[in-house]
């Protein structure tokens, strides 16, 4: 399937994921993590929780991946991201990363946080590439295997609702 996402160029487009993705997204989330959120989880951060911000990353009509994110005041909190087995690699996560960044910042998040397992060297990577810093653990946050989080942030570029787009001209 990499090689497919290859041959056709990465045309990836974002939108706000709806009730009818839930079944995908639930299968992605088995494929990525040992402790998955159900569907009922992801419809409950869809309808219930008014500071939730979900995306899905398409390809072709093919869902790759997503990401959310808690919204409160001007922290962004990254609650998961993943991208579908096959099409990692692909700079999808990035992309995908880099697309939460932008939309946290333009809604006027000034930073960024998130927890990862301190095993999950790949994601680090990413989040380091993308200027999180490691600020600390939260011991014994994931309850599967008592493994420790450890918690990054980064600071968000001043863009509250596209203002820095304008003040440029
Ligand atoms: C983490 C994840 C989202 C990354 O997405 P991806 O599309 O595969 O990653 P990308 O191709 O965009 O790579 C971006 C950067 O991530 C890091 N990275 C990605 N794959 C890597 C690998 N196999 N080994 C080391 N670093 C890797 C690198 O820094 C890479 O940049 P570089 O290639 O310039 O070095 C994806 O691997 C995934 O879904 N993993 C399972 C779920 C998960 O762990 N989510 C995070 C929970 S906190």
Redesign the pocket.
Known sequence: MAEYAEQAGLNESFRSMKMEDIPAIVEIEKE??TTPWTEAAFHNELTNNHFAHYVVMEMDGIIVGYAGMWLIIDEAHVT????RNGY???????RLLQQMQASAAFLGAERMT?E?RVS????Q??YG?LGFIPSGLRKAYYTDNGEDAMIMWVELPDVKGGAALYDAE
Do not use: S
């Open positions: 990525a993590f998961n991201i993943a991208i990692r690699g692909l700079k999808l996560g990035e998130l990862v999950n060297h790949i994601a990577r990413l590439k």
